[in-house]
């Protein structure tokens, strides 16, 4: 019997300056294409910079250094977690994470996610803080979460969508922001450079 054709893959509608398979994944969920561009920034923060502005100003950088390769709007984003005003970056080793991960046991933190499109509207962004509650987490967790592999590259030295759901207890904002891409705002920002979403595909 003749095998099906594959379903034609769509043409991509925005530049994504990212790596990151999550926010690929997230943008694809509300039906836009991509291709994706990452860029290399220096993501150092400076003295005395608050949280919203630091994440703000590594998206739009990101923005403006995708879209010099190409016609399509470009999207940005960086994420923060931050514990009592400070940011926590990747760990960087073994101790590093469980040294961030013993910080955030039993209590509550923010996570910030800025992202910022590059189009013809210009240079659009928007940030979110989503409060993350973890609850008490045993050193033998935290080891073995290591162990799994799945925070070593992540901002806080954990990932809500993997292994690390069943540390937390509640969070209050936007759960999408805290994987990556706070898809609200970043759709309505879409909107305003002229991106189609899924809605399109039905008009």
Same mark, same amino acid.
């Given at each position: 019997?003749?095998?099906?054709?594959?379903?034609?893959?769509?043409?991509?509608?925005?530049?994504?300056?990212?790596?990151?398979?999550?926010?690929?994944?997230?943008?694809?969920?509300?039906?836009?294409?991509?291709?994706?561009?990452?860029?290399?920034?220096?993501?150092?923060?400076?003295?005395?910079?608050?949280?919203?502005?630091?994440?703000?100003?590594?998206?739009?950088?990101?923005?403006?250094?995708?879209?010099?390769?190409?016609?399509?709007?470009?999207?940005?984003?960086?994420?923060?977690?931050?514990?009592?005003?400070?940011?926590?970056?990747?760990?960087?080793?073994?101790?590093?994470?469980?040294?961030?991960?013993?910080?955030?046991? @039993?209590?509550?933190?923010?996570? *910030?996610? =800025? $992202?910022? %499109?590059?189009?013809? !509207? &210009?240079?659009?962004? #928007?940030? +979110?803080?989503?409060?993350?509650?973890?609850?008490?987490?045993?050193?033998?967790?935290?080891?073995?979460?290591?162990?799994?592999?799945?925070?070593?590259?992540?901002?806080? @030295?954990?990932?809500?969508?993997? *292994?690390? =759901? $069943?540390? %937390?207890?509640?969070? !209050? &904002?936007?759960?999408? #922001?805290? +994987?990556?891409?706070?898809?609200?705002?970043?759709?309505?920002?879409?909107?305003?450079?002229?991106?189609?979403?899924?809605?399109?595909?039905?008009?």
């Amino acid at each position: 019997m003749p095998t099906a054709s594959p379903m034609p893959t769509a043409s991509p509608v925005l530049c994504l300056a990212s790596a990151s398979p999550r926010r690929r994944e997230l943008l694809a969920s509300i039906g836009v294409p991509v291709t994706v561009r990452p860029v290399d920034i220096d993501e150092t923060p400076r003295h005395g910079e608050a949280a919203e502005a630091y994440v703000t100003r590594l998206a739009r950088e990101k923005a403006r250094a995708g879209a010099g390769h190409g016609e399509l709007p470009t999207l940005g984003s960086d994420t923060a977690v931050v514990r009592d005003g400070e940011i926590l970056g990747k760990p960087e080793d073994a101790a590093h994470a469980a040294a961030m991960l013993r910080s955030l046991s @039993g209590r509550e933190h923010r996570v *910030l996610t =800025a $992202v910022a %499109v590059s189009g013809p !509207a &210009g240079l659009l962004d #928007a940030c +979110v803080t989503t409060r993350v509650a973890m609850r008490e987490i045993s050193d033998a967790e935290i080891a073995a979460y290591w162990a799994s592999g799945e925070p070593a590259d992540k901002a806080g @030295g954990y990932a809500i969508q993997g *292994l690390a =759901a $069943v540390f %937390v207890e509640r969070i !209050a &904002g936007s759960h999408s #922001a805290v +994987v990556g891409l706070p898809l609200f705002e970043t759709a309505a920002l879409l909107r305003r450079q002229g991106v189609p979403l899924w809605e399109g595909a039905l008009a």
